[in-house]
């Protein structure tokens, strides 16, 4: 079964940092479209970063020079290194992984910034 199994999260301070990894159980991984979005509280999930299979990357507005994602086909996991996290990076952040035009999601995992 191909389930993205995300972790990492968890609870820091304003300007500091944290990485998530989403790993994948399956032989491919190379072949999968990565990416990482996340949903605050009453508001819709939306994209953060994604990286693609020639490993070109795309980043929200709101992450652009804080937030790196990478992936390493080996380990079969993609990363996102958070740095400089603000309060309104509070969400739970969930892994897509994409594939002939099948679409696979994590259970998510939370991170909250807050002093």
């Known amino acids: 079964q191909v389930q993205p199994v995300e972790s990492g999260g968890g609870l820091v301070q304003p300007g500091g940092s944290l990485r998530l990894s989403c790993t994948m159980s399956v032989s491919l991984f190379g072949f999968y479209g990565m990416g990482w979005y996340r949903q605050a509280p009453g508001k819709e999930r939306e994209l953060v970063a994604s990286i693609e299979t020639d490993f070109r990357t795309d980043y929200a507005d709101s992450v652009k020079g804080r937030f790196t994602i990478s992936r390493d086909n080996a380990k079969a996991t993609v990363y996102l290194q958070m740095n400089g996290l603000k309060a309104e990076d509070t969400a739970v952040y969930y892994c897509?992984?994409?594939?002939?035009?099948?679409?696979?999601w994590g259970q998510g995992t939370q991170v909250t910034v807050s002093s």
């Open positions: 897509r992984a994409e594939w002939t035009n099948s679409e696979y």
